[in-house]
């Protein structure tokens, strides 16, 4: 018999994952990070060979295109909240994956020795891309989500999200071995464009402040086990 604890945490995350995908934003949210973490990662995980196999260059070349996206996403997140207040949390959610896939594209038109300074800037662009799609899509998460639903709604975001980089190191794997490095980072940028696509067509298009959003409501018998849990 399945213990009571593991019953319990299957159907906490069964709640979190209906929760967010019976809301329109929040299911906007997921799928964004979903598409991206696959296909970035797909992206991500051919890039040693890219450098090291392909382009033939050294492993200080490839050090630096990883420093260079560690130094964006640290800029992007001290950048993130005076972005959002100048532009709008919503135009910030929205476009800021699109410099993101453009930082990895530049990974296309690497070549050995200074060609490498376009990789550089690409990543450094993903990476500030990236941390500002995080910072502003976790605070809306926060806003919009009833503190009981926060644990559930973060394990079900994780599980599918981050569920995503185990299944793009796979595809990865078996791209390189059937396409090839540069074909598999070129579909590897082609599936992280649906992450812009979600975020600009889907139903967060015209909002300017995610923040003014109010809160979701929560299934019926959801809300009941919320109750229940917390008079326990």
Do not use: H, K
């Amino acid at each position: 018999m399945q213990p009571q604890s593991d019953r319990r945490i299957l159907r906490e995350m069964y709640d979190g994952l209906r929760y967010t995908f019976s809301t329109g934003p929040l299911r906007a949210i997921l799928f964004n990070a979903a598409l991206w973490n696959l296909g970035g990662n797909i992206v991500a995980s051919l890039l040693v060979l890219l450098v090291l196999r392909t382009i033939g260059e050294s492993e200080v070349w490839l050090g630096l295109l990883l420093a260079a996206a560690s130094l964006g996403g640290a800029v992007g997140g001290v950048t993130a909240n005076a972005l959002g207040e100048r532009f709008g949390s919503g135009p910030l959610w929205r476009w800021s994956m699109v410099p993101g896939v453009l930082g990895y594209a530049s990974l296309l038109i690497l070549t050995p020795g200074w060609g490498m300074t376009w990789g550089i800037i690409g990543m450094f662009v993903m990476g500030a891309s990236v941390a500002w799609n995080i910072v502003v899509g976790s605070s809306f998460r926060q806003r919009v989500c009833p503190p009981g639903m926060m644990g559930r709604l973060g394990a079900a975001s994780r599980t599918v999200s981050w569920g995503m980089l185990a299944l793009a190191s796979l595809i990865a794997g078996i791209l390189a071995e059937t396409v090839g490095i540069r074909d598999g980072i070129l579909i590897g940028v082609v599936i992280a464009c649906g992450a812009p696509l979600v975020a600009l067509l889907g139903p967060l298009r015209r909002v300017r402040r995610l923040e003014d959003l109010s809160e979701a409501p929560v299934p019926a018998d959801t809300a009941d086990r919320l109750g229940a849990s917390e008079n326990a």
